[in-house]
Each structure stands twice: as structure tokens, then as C-alpha cells.
């Protein structure tokens, strides 16, 4: 007897299930007969949602099944994300099918689109995979089992019963961190035709209600458990020739086949994965199908048009699309995207005169720009084919109007219009709008290019404030009591994150009626004798008149601890000096700490301040040593602004200092120098109060600073790619040698592992040599599994560091790379324990990736016979209690395979029947 291979992955035994209890053989062929009846032929589909209220989602299954099939499904089974572990098929909601009342919609093609719709309402936070699996494909594709049909569509037994179809999305709830997620929206229909050695593109034109990132992917098509689809291959590996590719661009989505060599029906799966604050908040995977035929036309070609465009509210922004043919077809232009179909106010499309226009208005601002999709379809005589070209329209919220800067005593006040868009906002979220305030000392003169939002670095100015609230339109700075010029820039924030052009540039100038400081610079470095020349500016009014003279000036000098000392004192004067006063500070330790110091103005009859100057500190500079290099950072705590730093350097054997660079950063890295070799540098600081009132430029000096350059610098981190094998099964890791692009002396690699997605990387081996770039990992425990994720790090030389120690440094960790098994499990429905050593005993016909299992086979009554963990089962036909064989017939089973995932282990449920041919007991029944 042939002995039929049966899969337990076929879910219509779950429907026998009862049968196989009541032992009706009946009951059982009619089920078995019922499920092939009902098995649609799907061709496409996805799982989209919506959020509701609360942690309710409407959940949609789309499929696209093949018209002339004579089964149909009215309904599909469907897996929240949430169930029970235990939960069987039976068990599961269903969803019926809503488009067409209720009979799906013919679309042409010989294809039904199906929509399901249903509700359902999660208990609380978490991510919940929701899929669908529904036997089966249709049959024929090409790059699934290389296109074995031997029957399937008009119920003959065959292997295409295996190919079963399942979709999957995922939902992310985190209201408290990131809100609820809508899921995209799909708005280009999955079905596409190509020719034989004709580039095709395709684009799914996603649509994100929520304005999140989209990260677009190509992933296996799955079958049972939403595993990898045994059998399915990349069209272009299908056809084992280098001549075509199949990829896409992981922004826009733009799929691109170049170029199909078969003819067929080929099935692949893009993944739309969305972030948002960079964190994954869900997916959702398509199942396309793409039919390939013989034909000679050529695709037509969009003109190039610009990846991205801004837009203000109220603007019109008016798009001319053309295209051209090669054989001179004629060609239909179409627009796709969420400016047409899901905002308030929404875009036109002129087909006639191939324009698309869209007056945004305050309710479409949002950080995500929206993405547009032309597809020029020619008209041939034979197969259509389309090109596509995709667009990013940003729409920027207004600018900030009527800004005004009214100075007064040590303050600025500063006042704007507020934003006009108040009305698009729900009251409870205007809190969320913000205000970002923009300053420097004089003005710049910026005016930004098209799309250069919010205040950019280069320009000078420095966020000094966020006023939150839309409604609230004003600020006052008290950071400037003293003179100078200070201008502003308001930057509108929407509450995802959104950003305005900037306002216009508004200024004040503020009078001088406080001593300014002016200098505060190293004359000498020294760590008890150093010396510091201190400057400051008379201010420009003083109330003389209640506070008449005389006065003087006394300057204080603040410790490294905090401590206020009064080091100097003038003579008495009537009248406010002309010029700056300076003085010299000697016996300080100056190479080791910074100085600051401030000076008072007083009334000498009443001993009281009548004005005070901000503090200023010396420039002070530090040193970090790095490979062959070092790196300088300054800070100074002054009132004016400094513009331009002098790098100086005196190296070994050199007397004096030499300029070396210059710059405009707080920080500067000397390069090309000589490891554990001595060097010196001093900064020379360059600024100014913007302020004819007071001297410019100001120049102010650090302190002199030395190290040595050693390497303490790491290798820059490889990048790491796998190619995995399930099937043998190994992972092939390969990775850059950072010695070619970034350093060049790597000697080493290490190996870091994890076998799930929640696991610590652990160190596993160690590759030495840099050009040694490969490890191949070969499962030699029981069980057998290459699931996990890897990194590489790359290690250099031994260093020799000021410590006297030798060391080594180790890179960042290269990109993570995860891999996933891809588990089978499969059994056979007899077995004839006759001692012929032929199928006397159950063993899996398939066992891969399996940590464990539970079986338990039990009779007609229900009564347990035997049971066992182990994968390889080896069952002989007795009875677990009495070790007797049992009798001839049918015996059912229960079974949950644990499968070995990058998740951690993971259940699969599954049932069926077992038939023990015993040739002493002809009989069909079983104890």
C-alpha cells in the first residue's frame, strides 16, 4: 500500500475533528468534501485597521481570489493577536465578507475582490500579530513549488493543497508613549501584468492616516502559521539566471523587476512597517500577485519630476505630468494618493489636461509628507503596461507673522501673531502647539531656500526658549542686561512634531547701563603663577542724579569652589571714565582651572551697588588624546559672542606656537600627528557685543594645554550581511573590513550572538585576522536551530597608553542581524506496525526546527492510547498503558509543535487522524 504523505498543516482536519470522534466515515467524507468546496483561490490580499476608541479596532481583510473557482468563502477565519495559546481553529472568530452585499465584487480578470470587516476590542497595551490563513493559492504560480497544479482548482488530490495563503499585520497599543496606530492604507490594487524581458514597476501607493515614517520591504509569501511558504522563491532567484533583479526602494516603495525571463504567475509579499518617534508601532504585509505573459510591448516613461515639494496653507500647488511612449502608444495618466482620497480638503487630478493641483488648508499640516503616485498605462494591442513616479508633498505649517522685539530695562519683550490655524485644532490639543524662540547677537540676513525649515545651525542663532500653547504669543527674555544688539527668530511646532519656515529676523538693541565685560583672557600659564588680563566698559547711562557721585569700581574674582573675592578697587571718580578699564590678576593657577570675574560700580557716600556687570570667565582649554591625533574643546562664560576661534600649536622640538586652524565650533581636531609625542596648544577666541558703544573685536586667550597622542580610538564598526540557509541548515556571516574605508589597523573581528529577539549579545568567537571577513555557523546540538542575532565588532592593534599598560580597542557593534528558522513539521496519516520493518513505527516526516512537541493519539471513545514529547515520536501501535498492539482502524490525534523561533518558542496547534493497518484485523474499528 502507498503510504500518503499528509501535512498536519492542512487546516481543514480541524473540521473533521467531531467526525473523527463519532467514527462516522460518513460524516468525515462529507467535511472533507465541504472543506475542498469552500477553499478559495486566493490571488492577493492584506489585513488593514483602524482605531476606534479606547483599545477597539476595526479590523479589514482584503483578499482577491479567482473569479471563476467554483468554491467560494463567505466568511474567513481570523486570528486577533490576542487568543489563548491553546485556542484551536474551530475556536476562532469570524469575519464575513461586507463588500458586494455580502458576495465579494467581480473586478475583471477573472478575480473577486472580498472585503471582511469586524471589531474587536483589546484588554490593554502590547503587540498583537493579526493574521489570516485560508487554504489555498490558486494554483499554477510559478515560484511557489515551481508551479506544480497537479489539480487543486477542480478538487483533484494534489500538493497545491499545501500552498495555503496567510497574510499578517502588526498592532502596537501604547497609548501612554506613542498613542494608538492606524494602519496604512493600500490605495493601488494588488494584481499587476508584465511582459517577458520588459522592466515592470509597481508601487502600492501606501497611505499613512497618522503621518508616520514608512519603511517599505520584500519578505517571503507565508503559508501555515504565517511561517515562510515552503517552495516559494524570489521571481528572481525562481529563474536561476543573473540576467534580472528584483528590488525595492525602502522610501518610496517602488518595486522594480528587471527584467521578468518566464512567463507565469508569480506571488511575492511587501512589508510596510511604520515608526513613528523611531519607534516600530505596526506592519502590514501584502500578498501580491503578478502576472507575466509573452508580448512585445514596451512600458512608457514618466518625465522626471522633483522627489520632493513644500507647500504653505492656502497655496496652490500646480504639478504638469507627461509622459512618452516608445512605440508611440497612446498613454493614460492616473494620480494615486491621500491628497485625492483621505484628507479634508483634498487634490485634483485632471486627467483631460494631466494637471494635479491641491490647495492644502491647516487640517493636512503634519511632520510626514504625503506621497503621491502617476502611473502612465500605454494602450497597445496586447498586454498594458505602466510606469510609476512617485512624489513627497510636504505641507508646512505657516510662519510666524508680525513678530516685534520692544526692548526695556535688562529685558526684551517679544510678541507675535498667533498662529492663524486655531480652529484646526481640537481644543484639548492646542497645548500641544508650541512656539520655538530663536537668538543671536546681530542680525544674519536669512532667508530660507524652498523646504529649509525651522532656524538652521549655520545661520548662528540658538534656541533659548519654547513658549507652549497656540494661543500664546509672547515672551520676554531677561538674559541681556547688557548693551548689544540681539535678533530673533519664531519657529511654529505642529504637536507631531511639524515645523514652520522661520519669521522674519526682529531686533533690539539694548542701552548700556551696566559695566560690560569685555576681557578675560590667559596672559601667562602657570599653575601658581599664572596672570589674566581683565577688561570691562563703562556703561553709557547711569541715574546721576539721584545717585551723584563720587563712585568706583570694584571688580570681584570668583574661585574654581565657588568663592567671591574683591581683588580690585579704583580711585574715586565724578564722571563715568572714557575707554575701558583693564587690570592685570597675577599668581593664579591658570593651567588647571578657569577664572571668572565681574565688576560692580558704586556710590561711595552710600557704599551701595548701583550696577553690576555679568560675570565672564577665561577661555579654558581641554585636551582628549586620540590615534595620531588630538582633539580641543573650549568653553568660555561670556556675554558677548564669539565668532572665530585660533587653533595654536607648538609641537616637539618647536619654541614657538604656529597657527594651525581656525573655526567657528566649540571644538578642533588636530590630525597627522605622532603617537606619544608631546604637544602644546593655546585657543584665541575672537568676538564681539555687536554694540558701537563698546570695543571690537574682542580677543581673549586660553590657557596653554599639553598631551600626548596615543590610540584610544576604536575601530569604526564593520557592517555585517547573512546569508542563510534553512533547509542545510547554516548562517553564512560576511562583513567589511573597516582597513578599506575608515582605519587600517583592524586585526581582528569578534562574534556576538543572541538567540531570540529579547536576548543579551554574548561574545561566541573571535576571527583573527582583518581580511578574514566570513564565519559560518553549522547547528551541531539537538535541537538544531540557526535562529538568533548576530553582530560583529572589529578590534585593533595593542596600544601603548600613558598608562605604561597595553591595550586594544574594540568597534561599536555593527548593524544586528537577525534570522529567523523556518520550522516543519509534518506526520504520516498510517502506519502498519506488522514488524516488516516497514512503517512499523510513527516518525515524522518532517521534523525541522522543533524544540518539542505533545501528541496524544486517542480512540473512537475518546480514550488516551498514547502520548509523547519527543519529535521523533517512534509509536509502535500499542497501547501506552497495556504495551499491547491496538486494533486495526482510525485513531485520532491532538498535537502542538513548539516550534524554535527568534521569538522564543512558539506553539503551533494542529489535529488529524491516523490509520493502523494491522493485516490479523481487517476491521475499522478501534478500542
Known amino acids: 500500500m502507498t503510504i500518503q504523505k499528509s501535512p498536519i498543516f492542512v487546516k481543514s ?16 467524507c462529507l467535511l472533507i468534501q465541504t472543506t475542498v468546496l469552500l477553499a478559495t483561490h486566493n490571488r492577493a490580499g492584506e489585513i488593514t485597521y483602524a482605531h476606534l476608541q479606547g483599545n477597539t479596532y476595526r479590523i479589514t481583510i482584503t483578499t482577491y481570489t479567482k473569479a471563476s473557482a467554483v468554491a467560494d468563502r463567505p466568511y474567513l477565519k481570523i486570528r486577533w493577536g490576542d487568543e489563548p495559546s491553546n485556542i484551536t481553529d474551530a475556536q476562532l472568530d469570524s469575519l464575513w465578507r461586507t463588500n458586494g452585499s455580502g458576495d465579494g465584487e467581480n473586478i475583471g480578470n477573472d478575480t473577486k475582490k472580498n472585503m471582511y470587516e469586524g471589531e474587536h476590542t483589546y484588554s490593554g497595551p502590547g503587540a498583537f500579530y493579526i493574521s489570516v490563513e485560508d487554504p489555498n ?22 500538493t497545491s493543497i499545501m500552498a495555503v495563503f496567510s497574510i499578517q499585520s502588526l498592532l502596537v497599543i501604547q497609548p501612554g508613549q506613542n498613542g494608538h496606530n492606524n494602519s496604512v492604507e493600500l490605495l493601488y490594487p494588488p494584481l499587476d501584468r508584465a511582459c517577458i524581458n520588459q522592466i515592470w514597476e509597481h508601487n502600492p501607493v501606501a497611505y499613512d492616516p497618522d503621518g508616520d515614517a514608512l519603511v517599505f520591504s520584500l519578505v517571503p509569501c507565508t503559508g501555515v502559521g504565517t511561517t515562510v511558504l515552503e517552495g516559494w522563491e524570489s521571481p528572481d532567484d525562481f529563474t536561476s539566471s543573473n540576467a534580472d533583479s528584483f528590488t525595492i526602494d525602502a522610501s518610496t516603495g517602488d518595486i522594480t523587476w528587471d527584467t521578468p525571463l518566464v512567463a507565469g504567475e508569480y506571488n511575492i509579499a511587501i ?101 503621491v503616485t502617476f502611473t502612465a498605462t500605454n494602450d497597445p494591442i496586447g498586454v498594458p503596461l505602466t510606469d510609476f513616479e512617485t512624489i513627497h508633498i510636504l505641507v508646512v505649517a505657516p510662519r510666524v507673522e508680525n513678530p516685534i522685539a520692544d526692548p526695556g530695562a535688562n ?16 481644543p484639548n490639543d492646542l497645548d500641544d502647539v508650541s512656539y520655538k524662540i530663536y537668538r543671536r547677537g546681530g542680525s544674519f540676513g536669512f532667508t530660507p531656500s524652498e523646504c529649509e525649515l525651522g532656524v538652521p545651525e549655520y545661520t548662528g542663532y540658538s534656541l533659548i526658549a519654547t513658549v507652549e500653547g497656540a494661543t500664546n504669543s509672547s515672551f520676554i527674555d531677561t538674559d541681556v542686561n547688557f548693551a548689544g544688539e540681539y535678533c530673533y527668530m519664531v519657529v511654529t511646532c505642529w504637536p507631531d512634531g511639524a515645523i514652520s519656515y522661520a519669521s522674519e529676523e526682529f531686533c533690539a538693541l539694548v542701552e548700556k547701563d551696566t559695566p560690560v565685560m569685555t576681557i578675560a583672557s590667559v596672559l601667562s600659564t602657570d599653575a601658581a603663577n599664572g596672570d589674566v588680563l581683565v577688561q570691562w566698559s563703562r556703561p553709557t547711562k547711569l541715574d546721576t542724579l539721584n545717585f551723584p557721585g563720587p563712585y568706583v569700581y570694584r571688580l570681584h574674582h570668583l574661585s ?16 563715568l571714565l572714557l575707554g575701558d578699564t583693564i587690570f592685570t590678576h597675577n599668581g593664579l593657577n591658570t593651567l588647571e582651572i578657569a577664572h571668572r570675574y565681574y565688576v560692580d560700580i558704586i556710590q561711595v557716600a552710600s557704599d551701595s551697588i548701583l550696577a553690576s556687570a555679568q560675570e565672564a570667565s577665561t577661555l579654558y582649554l581641554t585636551l582628549t588624546p586620540g590615534d595620531n591625533s588630538m582633539t580641543l574643546s573650549y568653553t568660555a562664560d561670556v556675554t558677548w559672542t564669539n565668532t572665530q576661534y585660533d587653533i595654536y600649536r607648538r609641537g616637539p622640538g618647536e619654541d614657538d606656537f604656529n597657527l594651525v586652524g581656525t573655526t567657528n565650533a566649540l571644538a578642533y581636531t588636530d590630525t597627522n600627528l605622532v603617537n606619544n609625542q608631546l604637544y602644546c596648544y593655546k585657543v584665541v577666541s575672537t568676538g564681539s557685543y555687536n554694540s558701537p558703544d563698546i570695543l571690537s573685536p574682542l580677543i581673549n586667550n586660553s590657557q596653554e594645554a599639553c598631551a600626548q597622542p596615543y590610540d584610544q580610538t576604536p575601530p569604526c564598526a564593520p557592517t555585517l550581511t547573512i546569508d542563510s540557509d534553512c533547509l542545510v541548515p547554516f548562517n553564512g556571516l560576511s562583513w567589511t573590513n573597516p582597513n578599506n574605508y575608515c ?25 583573527t585576522g582583518a581580511s578574514d571577513t566570513a564565519w559560518f555557523y553549522y547547528p551541531d546540538t539537538n535541537p538544531f536551530s540557526i535562529a538568533g542575532c548576530y553582530a560583529i565588532t572589529a578590534v585593533d592593534s595593542l596600544n601603548l597608553w600613558p598608562d605604561g599598560e597595553l591595550h586594544q580597542n574594540e568597534s561599536a557593534f555593527s548593524n544586528v542581524f537577525c534570522v529567523d528558522n523556518c520550522p516543519a513539521y509534518s506526520i ?8 516488516d520493518d516497514l512503517n512499523d513505527l510513527l516518525l515524522p516526516i518532517e521534523n525541522r526546527f522543533v524544540e518539542s512537541i505533545d501528541l496524544q493519539i486517542f480512540n473512537r471513545w475518546g480514550g488516551l492510547i498514547f502520548q509523547t514529547s519527543d519529535p521523533n515520536i517512534e509509536w509502535n501501535g500499542t497501547h501506552m498503558d497495556t504495551q499491547e498492539a491496538v486494533s486495526g482502524g482510525t485513531y485520532f490525534y491532538t498535537l502542538v509543535v513548539n516550534t524554535i523561533r527568534l521569538t522564543g518558542t512558539v506553539p503551533i496547534y494542529l489535529q488529524g487522524h491516523i490509520t493502523v493497518i494491522d493485516p490479523s484485523t481487517p476491521s475499522d474499528t478501534n478500542q
Not at 413 to 423: E, F, Q
Not at 560 to 575: H, K, R, S, V, W
Request: aromatic content about 10%; charged content about 15%.
Open 13 to 28: 482536519m480541524s473540521h473533521a475533528f467531531s467526525a473523527y470522534v463519532r467514527g462516522s466515515w460518513l460524516a468525515l
Open 560 to 575: 574654581a569652589i565657588g568663592a567671591d573675592t574683591q581683588i580690585f578697587q579704583t580711585n574715586p571718580f565724578t564722571t
Open 743 to 767: 582605519t587600517d589597523d583592524v586585526t581582528a573581528y569578534h562574534v556576538y550572538y543572541t538567540s531570540t529577539l529579547a536576548g543579551v549579545m554574548e561574545r561566541i568567537a573571535t576571527i
Open 411 to 426: 529685558q526684551i519683550a517679544l510678541t507675535w501673531d498667533a498662529t492663524p490655524c486655531l480652529n484646526a485644532f481640537d
Open 828 to 835: 504520516p496519516n498510517v502506519i502498519t506496525p506488522n514488524d
Open 271 to 371: 512589508k510596510i512597517a511604520e515608526y513613528r518617534n523611531g519607534d516600530l508601532v505596526g506592519f502590514v504585509i501584502r500578498d501580491m500577485q503578478i502576472t507575466v505573459s509573452v508580448c512585445p510591448n514596451q512600458p512608457p516613461a514618466i518625465n522626471p519630476l522633483e522627489e520632493t515639494y513644500c507647500i504653505g496653507i492656502n497655496e496652490q500647488f500646480y504639478l504638469a505630468v507627461s509622459a512618452t511612449d516608445p512605440q508611440n502608444s497612446s498613454v493614460d495618466i492616473d494620480a494615486t494618493g491621500g491628497p485625492l482620497t483621505s484628507v479634508e480638503n483634498t487634490a485634483i487630478w485632471n486627467e483631460a489636461n494631466e494637471v494635479f493641483t491641491w490647495v492644502p488648508q491647516c487640517e493636512e499640516i503634519r511632520l510626514a509628507p504625503y506621497q
Open 137 to 158: 493559492r490558486n494554483g499554477g504560480i510559478v515560484n511557489i513549488n515551481n508551479g506544480d497544479e497537479s489539480g487543486g482548482e477542480d478538487g483533484k488530490t494534489s
